[in-house]
Structure formats: C-alpha cells, structure tokens
C-alpha cells in the first residue's frame, strides 16, 4: 500500500486511453484534493477544506464508478484488488477529514457522523481512527453509549493510544454522571 501511496503523490506520468486509467488518475486528483483541503484546513479556513474534501470525494466515488464500468474486477484480479485497497484508503482519509471538519469546526453532528460511518465503509481494516472519528460525533450528538462501544473497539487496534484511553474514560465518567441524575430526579433529591 505505501508504493500506491507514494505513486499518488508523486507526478508520475498517467497511461492515457483506457477507462482504468482514467479512474488512476481521478484517484490521484481525489488524493491532491486532500491535501489541498489539508493545507486549507491548517490555514484555519474549515469551509475551504470541507470544499476541497467534498470534491476529493466525488472525484474518488467517480474513479471506482470508472473500474467498476471497466470491468476490471473480471479481467484483473491483482489490479482490481489494489486500486480497491487505494481507493478505500483514499475515501477513508477524506470522510474523516470531513468528519473532523464537520465535528471541530463546522459544529454539524449528524454531518460528521454521517462522514465517520462513510470512512468506516471504506476502509473497515484501519477504522482505530474512523471509530474515533464517530465516536466523537456520537458525544457530540449526546449518544455517550454508542460513542463508549466505538472507543472500546477502537482501543482493541489501538491499545496504546492515550487519547482514545482519555476520550473513553471522560466517556464513561458523563454516563455515571447521567445515571447518577437520571436516579435523583426518580427519587426526588
């Protein structure tokens, strides 16, 4: 995979005429188009990188609709799986950043849940960062249940990542929080 991810920074020149190799180089356009929205989104300008994101993604959903039209799933088994692998790599990096910038910035919950059950989709074997990505929607929308279970799974591929140790026991310390109100008011203290 780090091969594939090297040639779609790279300006490695593109095989021109087939509908495979235009879905390549829509996949490298969806790749750049990260890292424009990232540079957008360092420079503090959030709107910008969720542009930047949105078209990268359209771009990449254009690229695998162009293999699938190609048939290459039939003729190529090896290329078929590799261009999946960048594909899902590529969407999964760009629905999280949307997920990040509609979560941090643009302060849309269900946006950013929608984007972070979008990265889990694409990308199923790296999701550590994409669980986190929903789990932190899922608090932002007051689901501290949901978000808990996603942490915990996230913690199984990630088991020594602090942050998610953190989020999950500040997590775990809002639902006893709630429970512990929940039982008052039913006792009238």
């Given at each position: 995979m780090?091969d594939?991810?090297?040639?779609l920074?790279?300006?490695s020149?593109l095989?021109h005429?087939s509908?495979?190799?235009?879905?390549?180089s829509?996949?490298?356009?969806a790749?750049?188009?990260?890292?424009?929205?990232?540079?957008?989104l360092a420079?503090g300008?959030?709107?910008e990188?969720?542009a930047?994101y949105?078209?990268?993604v359209?771009?990449?959903?254009?690229a695998v609709r162009?293999m699938?039209i190609?048939?290459?799933?039939?003729?190529?088994?090896f290329?078929?799986?590799?261009f999946?692998?960048a594909?899902?790599?590529?969407l999964g990096a760009?629905?999280?950043?949307?997920?990040l910038?509609?979560e941090?910035?643009?302060?849309d919950?269900?946006?950013a849940l929608?984007?972070?059950?979008?990265?889990?989709a694409?990308?199923?074997?790296s999701?550590?960062?994409s669980?986190?990505r929903r789990?932190k929607?899922?608090?932002?929308?007051?689901?501290q249940?949901?978000?808990?279970?996603?942490?915990?799974?996230?913690?199984t591929?990630?088991?020594g990542?602090k942050?998610?140790?953190?989020?999950?026991?500040?997590c775990e310390?809002?639902?006893v929080s709630?429970?512990?109100e929940?039982s008052?008011?039913r006792?009238g203290e």
């Amino acid at each position: 995979m780090e091969d594939i991810l090297q040639w779609l920074d790279s300006s490695s020149p593109l095989e021109h005429g087939s509908t495979a190799a235009e879905a390549w180089s829509l996949l490298r356009r969806a790749w750049q188009g990260r890292a424009n929205g990232n540079e957008a989104l360092a420079a503090g300008c959030p709107e910008e990188a969720h542009a930047a994101y949105s078209t990268a993604v359209a771009a990449a959903e254009r690229a695998v609709r162009f293999m699938h039209i190609d048939g290459l799933e039939d003729e190529d088994s090896f290329e078929s799986e590799r261009f999946r692998q960048a594909s899902g790599t590529v969407l999964g990096a760009l629905q999280r950043n949307l997920s990040l910038v509609c979560e941090r910035d643009l302060g849309d919950m269900p946006a950013a849940l929608h984007h972070a059950e979008a990265a889990l989709a694409a990308e199923p074997a790296s999701s550590a960062k994409s669980l986190f990505r929903r789990a932190k929607a899922c608090l932002g929308l007051g689901r501290q249940a949901e978000a808990a279970e996603d942490l915990r799974r996230a913690l199984t591929l990630a088991p020594g990542c602090k942050e998610l140790q953190a989020l999950l026991q500040s997590c775990e310390e809002q639902a006893v929080s709630k429970c512990n109100e929940a039982s008052a008011d039913r006792s009238g203290e």
